[in-house]
C-alpha cells in the first residue's frame, strides 16, 4: 500500500484501528468498549498484578507442555504415515477427522476421565495441534523428489543417513508449515480449555474481570493475549519462511 | 471390495474395538463401552430427543455459517481485489486469526446475554477469518496470464472477476469455508458449553451431571459424525458448482 | 483481405514497400529506474511472420504485451492499420506461453471463451470453436479438461481460441517454449503452413534462434540494456522451399550462424 509515494509499512493500519478504538471509547457509546488509553493504562497495572502471573505461568505451562506432545508425537507419526502404505490408510481418515471435528465436545471426556485440571488442558491443546502436524510431515515426506532419494540410494546411503539427511530436511518446509498452524491452533486450544474448565491460567481471570465488570482489566488481558497470540505467529512465520527459501525449488 | 474401503472399514473395527476393550476393563469409571455409547444414541435417536437437541444447535450454526460465509466471502473478494482495502482490513483478520478469539465469549456474553445472538456471534468469529484470508489470498494469487487473457479478448472488469477470478479462487475458497465451517462447529459446540446448556451441549452437560457417561459420548459421537458428513457435503456442492475442481488442476 | 494468396505475399515481402499490419513507433517501457524498452521503432508486415529474437531481459516480451494493449507503454505509440492501441482490441488475440487455459473448463469452452467474452450465444460460439478445434488437430478432445492434455495439446487449445475470435494480428509469446522438441517441431510446420493459408499478421517471440530463422519472414533481433533492434534479416529465400528440407539449407544454416555471432556476446 502507497500514500503519496510513500510505501506504508504491512500492519500499519492497526494504527487507524487503534485509533477509532479510541473514539469509539471515548463517545462512551458502549459500556462495554472503554477508550483503548484506558486500556493501555489498566495493561500495566495487570501486568504486574501476581494474578496475571500466575495465569501466565499456566497458560505457558500448559500450551507448552501441550505442544511439545502435539510435536513430539506428531512429526514422527506424519513421516511414518508417509513412508507406509497400510499406516497410512489406517490412520489417514482418523487424522482428517478430528483435523475438522468440532474438539470442544471432547473437552467434557476430557474433564471426567482427567479431572478439572492442568492435565485436561494440556491435552486439550494437543488435541487442538496435532493432526495438522501429522497432516503437513505426511505431505512433506509424500512430495521429497524421487531423484532425490534415488540420489541418496545410488550414494548408497543407510536408512538412518537417508532419514537424517535427505528425508527430513527435504519435508522440513512442510513439517515447519505444520508446526506454525499447529501452535496457533494450540493457543486456541489451550484458552478454550481454560474457558470451559474455568478454575485455572487466563479462563480464570476472564471469569473474574467479567463477573465484577472490570471492563478496562478485560481488554487489557485480551489484548495482551491477542498480541502474544499475534507475536508467536509471526515468529514462526518468519521461521517458516527462512526454510522455505529452497520449498519452492523442488 | 475394493482396497481403500476395506482399510477404512478395518480402521473403524479397530479403534472401535479398542474403545470397546477399554470400556469392558474398564479403564475409567467414565468410560462406557462402544456398544453401550452405540445404544444410547439409538435410543435418543429414537426417543426422538436427539433431533430436538440438533435441531437446536444447528440454529446458531447454520446462521452464524451463512452470515460467515457471505460476508467473508465478500470482505475476502474486496480485500484480495483493492490495495487499500488489503492494507485497511487484512490486518484486522490476520490478528483475529491468530488470536483466541473464543476468550471474547464473556464479553459477548455481556453484551448480547445469554441467547440466539451471543450463540451466533461466537460462530461468526470463530468462522470468519479463515474465510476472508483464504479467499483474500487466492484471489490475489490468480494467476497473471488467465487475467491477461480475459483482458486480451476485452473482458470487461466484472467479466474478469465473474468468469476468471472467482472460478480461478474456488478451490482455496472452498477450503477457506471448510475451515470456516469446521471453525464455526467448535464455536456452537464452545458456546453450548459454556454460554447455556441448551441443544447438544446440554445432552452433554445433562448426561454429564447424572453420570450417563454412554449418552454423553454418544452425543458426542453424533456432533462429530455430524461434521463430517456436512464437511462432505460441501465439498460436494464445490464439484456440483465448479466441475474442473473436482478433475484436477493443470499446473504448468 | 486484399492478398488471399500466399504468392501475393512472398511479392509484397520482397517490394520495396511492404504493406504494413502494426507499427511501432518510438516505444519505450520504463518500471520505476529501470528502462525495459527505450526509443523502439518497428514495422510489422501485413500476412507475415515477425520474431522478436533476442536474449532474456531484452524487452521481447513486453513489446508484445505493448502491442497486446495489455501494458501501457511509457512513451511512444503502437498503431494497428493506422489506429493507436488504447487496449486490447478485437483486431488482435495473444497466444500465451504457459497456455492461459481455464483449468475448470472443458476445451471447447476454452477455445470459445473469447467469443464468450464477446457476447456470442452458445450455439454459434461453439460451432465455430469445434471447427477450430478440428483445424488445430483436436477433434475427439472438446469434452476433456486442459490437465488430461500434454503440453502440446493444451497449446494447440490456446491456438485455436486465439484463432476462433478471427483477428487480424496474431501475437506469440514463446507459444512452443513449454512443450517437448519433437512437438515444437510439429508446431512449427503447423506455424508455417498457418501463416501460408491464413492471411494473417503474425508477432512471434522466441529465444530460440533456430525456431526464428526456421518460421519467421522477419527477424527483428532486439539486445538489452539499453533495448533496441539491433538488426533486420529476412530470410528471403527460405519461404519458397518446402518446410522439410529448409533445415539444411545453406542460407538457413547461415542466417543462423551470423545471429548467433552477433548474439554470443550477450550471454552471460
Known amino acids: ?250 | 471390495m475394493n482396497r481403500p474401503l476395506l482399510l477404512k472399514l478395518l480402521s473403524a473395527a479397530i479403534v472401535f474395538g479398542a474403545w470397546e476393550i477399554a470400556g469392558r476393563i474398564p479403564v475409567s469409571y467414565a468410560l462406557p463401552t462402544f456398544f453401550e455409547a452405540m445404544a444410547a444414541l439409538f435410543r435418543m435417536a429414537f426417543d426422538g430427543s436427539l433431533w430436538t437437541a440438533y435441531a437446536e444447535t444447528l440454529k446458531p450454526l447454520a446462521i452464524g455459517v451463512l452470515i460467515s460465509a457471505v460476508l467473508g466471502i465478500t470482505i475476502g473478494l474486496w480485500v484480495g481485489l483493492s490495495k487499500w482495502f488489503d492494507w485497511l482490513f487484512s490486518p484486522i483478520f490476520i490478528v483475529m486469526q491468530a488470536a483466541p478469539l473464543a476468550a471474547l465469549i464473556p464479553l459477548l456474553v455481556m453484551m448480547y446475554g445469554i441467547g440466539l445472538t451471543s450463540k451466533v456471534f461466537v460462530v461468526c468469529i470463530m468462522a470468519m477469518p479463515v474465510i476472508v484470508l483464504n479467499t483474500a489470498g487466492a484471489v490475489r494469487n490468480t494467476p497473471t496470464s488467465l487475467t491477461e487473457m480475459g483482458r486480451s479478448f476485452q473482458a470487461s472488469w466484472w467479466e474478469v472477476i465473474l468468469k476468471i477470478v472467482i472460478p480461478a479462487a474456488s478451490p482455496v475458497i472452498f477450503s477457506g469455508l471448510r475451515l470456516g465451517v469446521s471453525a464455526g462447529f467448535i464455536g456452537a459446540i464452545l458456546s453450548e458449553l459454556k454460554i447455556t446448556p441448551t441443544g447438544v451441549g446440554d445432552i452433554i452437560t445433562y448426561s454429564r451431571s447424572i453420570a450417563d457417561y454412554a449418552s454423553m459420548y454418544a452425543a458426542i459421537f453424533s456432533i462429530i459424525v455430524l461434521a463430517v458428513i456436512f464437511l462432505n457435503l460441501l465439498e460436494k456442492l464445490e464439484f456440483y458448482l465448479f466441475e474442473g475442481n473436482a478433475r484436477g488442476y493443470a499446473s504448468d | 483481405m486484399a492478398m488471399p494468396q500466399t504468392e501475393t505475399v512472398h511479392e509484397t515481402a520482397t517490394t520495396a514497400a511492404p504493406d504494413i499490419a502494426v507499427s511501432a513507433r518510438n516505444v519505450s517501457k520504463n518500471y520505476g529506474p529501470v528502462e525495459a524498452l527505450k526509443d523502439l521503432s518497428l514495422e510489422f508486415p501485413r500476412g507475415q511472420l515477425t520474431s522478436l529474437l533476442g536474449p532474456s531481459g531484452c524487452g521481447k516480451t513486453t513489446l508484445l504485451k505493448i502491442i497486446a494493449g495489455l501494458l501501457e507503454p511509457s512513451g511512444g505509440d503502437i498503431q494497428v492499420d493506422g489506429k493507436a492501441v488504447t487496449g486490447p482490441g478485437p483486431d488482435r488475440a495473444f497466444v500465451f506461453q504457459d497456455f492461459a487455459l481455464l483449468p475448470w473448463a472443458s476445451v471447447i469452452r476454452n477455445v470459445a471463451f473469447g467469443l464468450e467474452l464477446r457476447g456470442i450465444n452458445k450455439s454459434e460460439r461453439e460451432d465455430i470453436a469445434s471447427r477450430y478445434i478440428k483445424d488445430v488437430g483436436l477433434a475427439g478432445f472438446e469434452h476433456s479438461f486442459p490437465h488430461e492434455l500434454s503440453g502440446g495439446m493444451r497449446q494447440r487449445v490456446g491456438l485455436a481460441r486465439a484463432l476462433s475470435v478471427d483477428a487480424d494480428v496474431l501475437l506469440m509469446d514463446e507459444p512452443f517454449s513449454a512443450v517437448d522438441e519433437q512437438t515444437r517441431r510439429k508446431f512449427q510446420e503447423d506455424l508455417l503452413a498457418l501463416v501460408a493459408n491464413e492471411n494473417k499478421t503474425f508477432i512471434f517471440v522466441t529465444h530460440s534462434i533456430e525456431e526464428a530463422v526456421y518460421v519467421s519472414d522477419q527477424i527483428a533481433i532486439l539486445l538489452p540494456r539499453p533495448s533496441r533492434v539491433s538488426d533486420i534479416i529476412r530470410p528471403t529465400g527460405l519461404r519458397e522451399k518446402d518446410s522439410t528440407s529448409i533445415r539444411r539449407d545453406p542460407e538457413y544454416l547461415d542466417i543462423v550462424d551470423e545471429i548467433w555471432a552477433s548474439l554470443r556476446s550477450y550471454v552471460e
Open chain 1, 1 to 250: 500500500m502507497q500514500l503519496f509515494g510513500i510505501r506504508l509499512p504491512a500492519m500499519s493500519s492497526l494504527i487507524i484501528w487503534g485509533i477509532v478504538w479510541e473514539v469509539f471509547g471515548r463517545l462512551e457509546i458502549s459500556f462495554f468498549v472503554p477508550p483503548l488509553s484506558a486500556v493501555v493504562t489498566t495493561l500495566f497495572e495487570v501486568i504486574g498484578s501476581a494474578a496475571f502471573q500466575k495465569a501466565l505461568y499456566e497458560t505457558a505451562y500448559a500450551f507448552a507442555s501441550g505442544v511439545f506432545f502435539a510435536v513430539v508425537i506428531g512429526i514422527p507419526t506424519g513421516i511414518m504415515m508417509g513412508k507406509n502404505r497400510l499406516l497410512d490408510e489406517l490412520l489417514l481418515p482418523w487424522v482428517n477427522i478430528f483435523l475438522s471435528a468440532p474438539l470442544t465436545a471432547l473437552v467434557p471426556v476430557l474433564m471426567v476421565l482427567f479431572g478439572f485440571g492442568m492435565k485436561s488442558i494440556i491435552i486439550t491443546t494437543t488435541l487442538f495441534a496435532i493432526w495438522i502436524i501429522i497432516l503437513n510431515a505426511r505431505a512433506g515426506v509424500m512430495q521429497i523428489n524421487r531423484s532425490l532419494l534415488e540420489m541418496a540410494r545410488s550414494f548408497g546411503a543407510s536408512p538412518w543417513a537417508a532419514f537424517s539427511k535427505v528425508y527430513f530436511w527435504a519435508a522440513l518446509p512442510e513439517i515447519l508449515g505444520g508446526v506454525r498452524i499447529g501452535v496457533i491452533r494450540a493457543v486456541k486450544g489451550v484458552i478454550i480449555g481454560q474457558l470451559l474448565i474455568s478454575i485455572v491460567g487466563f479462563g480464570a481471570l476472564f471469569e473474574l474481570y467479567a463477573n465484577n465488570f472490570l471492563m478496562e482489566h478485560f481488554w487489557a488481558v485480551l489484548v495482551v493475549l491477542f498480541a502474544m497470540a499475534f507475536t508467536i505467529s509471526e515468529l514462526l512465520g518468519y521461521l517458516e519462511r527462512r526454510v522455505a527459501y529452497y520449498a519452492a525449488k523442488r
